[in-house]
């Protein structure tokens, strides 16, 4: 295993770990790969796994490593070493690094209903603290009446199965959604009503070469807490048409399209644009 750095904390404690590196032993409650895509393909920038212990039941984690995305399978128990606790506004997470690693302790999630936690722990080589740790969330998970898993399994079939249903929703039927979990666990077509806030804003960086490095950089939230970033303002705004969205600078524009700016706009009734500054995140990327 990776060398560790920082100890093995409870969930409930990571606010008092801002900054430092740790290492957490959760299970897994869904993952979800975010992605962008573009008219000659994609690609996948991060993966954001949403986790709990017997000390806080959900708590997300972003993983940045390409090898971690294909390892991390709902239901599941995992030990992640060297991530590093991070705040953005009043919410604490946790990020991965070049040198973070993840280990599945409990696969696949049936175990935890077929097995004892005596049985589980035994199977693990880890060290006394971590299997205390996994003895302690493995009981938290049963004594929940199985509720993590049964929505683990439903997260996972879900994934699996790509069935499709053409039926047109009903008109004028809502369904009113106290939290987005419930907005996910919808079966039938119809209109959701939920309250949110954003969150996070994706701005898939196309018009200028970035290394992978910087991919960290198409997320707007880690970007408002840097001070010495002097391009926020410009990946955000540039010169185009407010009528048609198209950038009318052939160095503004996505790579894909370079020198491709279009001389009519579709939208306008004289075919002329009307020239401003758009919000960069509305241009047509395709």
Request: net charge positive; glycine share 6%.
């Amino acid at each position: 295993m990776t060398s560790w750095y920082g100890p093995l904390i409870d969930l409930s404690k990571a606010s008092h770990h801002v900054g430092h590196f740790v290492q957490l032993l959760v299970f897994v409650h869904r993952s979800t790969p975010l992605q962008y895509k573009l008219s000659k393909g994609g690609e996948i920038i991060r993966t954001d796994i949403q986790v709990g212990d017997d000390t806080r039941p959900f708590f997300s984690v972003t993983l940045w490593k390409k090898e971690m995305r294909s390892m991390v399978v709902a239901g599941d128990v995992v030990l992640l070493q060297n991530v590093k606790i991070t705040k953005f506004r009043d919410i604490f997470q946790a990020r991965t690094v070049d040198w973070s690693s993840l280990h599945r302790l409990v696969h696949p999630y049936n175990s935890l209903v077929s097995k004892g936690s005596v049985e589980l722990v035994a199977e693990c080589r880890v060290g006394i603290a971590a299997k205390e740790k996994l003895r302690k969330v493995i009981e938290w998970v049963q004594r929940t009446g199985y509720s993590a898993l049964n929505n683990a399994e439903a997260y996972n079939c879900q994934s699996r199965q790509l069935s499709r249903n053409w039926k047109l929703p009903e008109p004028n039927k809502f369904r009113d959604c106290p939290s987005l979990s419930e907005v996910l666990r919808l079966t039938s077509h119809c209109k959701a009503i939920f309250s949110a806030s954003v969150g996070e804003i994706f701005l898939p960086i196309t018009w200028r070469p970035i290394a992978e490095s910087e991919n960290e950089n198409m997320f707007i939230s880690g970007r408002l807490n840097t001070s010495r970033d002097n391009n926020l303002a410009e990946d955000l705004i540039c010169t185009g048409c407010r009528l048609c969205g198209s950038p009318l600078d052939p160095e503004q524009g996505s790579t894909v399209g370079k020198n491709s700016v279009p001389l009519y706009c579709e939208k306008s009734s004289d075919r002329l644009h009307a020239v401003s500054l758009i919000y960069r995140p509305f241009i047509c990327m395709g």
